[in-house]
């Protein structure tokens, strides 16, 4: 069974950093795309940066240039680091995994069937 779970949320001042990070264990696939979602409240589930088997990385323009996506040795953790943090970063941040190997950051929610239950991220001006 796949499990996905965050964490390194927290509250930070604009400008700051904050690092996620997602154990992952029972993927199966070799061809996978893993990323960050995030979900605003009354927003919809955005994708921030996903990094799939053969497409690399991508990202939202939103945080390209801010945020940086990445990966264990073993595949066995996700991370996101973001830096310059702004206040329209504020949302709850989700780990997600998908059986798709092209899957990217604008793939949508729905291509993406694992998803672990998220970790808040609070920034203030």
């Known amino acids: 069974q796949v499990q996905l779970v965050e964490s390194g949320g927290g509250s930070v001042q604009s400008g700051g950093s904050l690092r996620l990070s997602c154990a992952v264990s029972g993927y199966p696939s070799s061809s996978y795309s893993m990323g960050w979602f995030r979900q605003a409240p009354g927003k919809e589930r955005e994708g921030v940066a996903v990094?799939?088997?053969?497409?690399?990385?991508s990202y939202a323009d939103s945080v390209k240039g801010r945020f940086t996506i990445s990966q264990g040795a073993a595949k066995t953790m996700l991370y996101l680091q973001m830096n310059s943090l702004k206040p329209e970063d504020t949302a709850m941040y989700y780990c997600?995994?998908?059986?798709?190997?092209?899957?990217?950051?604008?793939?949508?929610?729905?291509?993406?069937?694992?998803w672990g239950r998220g970790t808040q991220v609070t920034v203030s001006s």
């Open positions: 990094v799939s088997s053969e497409s690399g990385t």
């Open positions: 997600a995994a998908g059986t798709g190997s092209r899957l990217s950051a604008l793939s949508g929610a729905a291509r993406f069937g694992f």
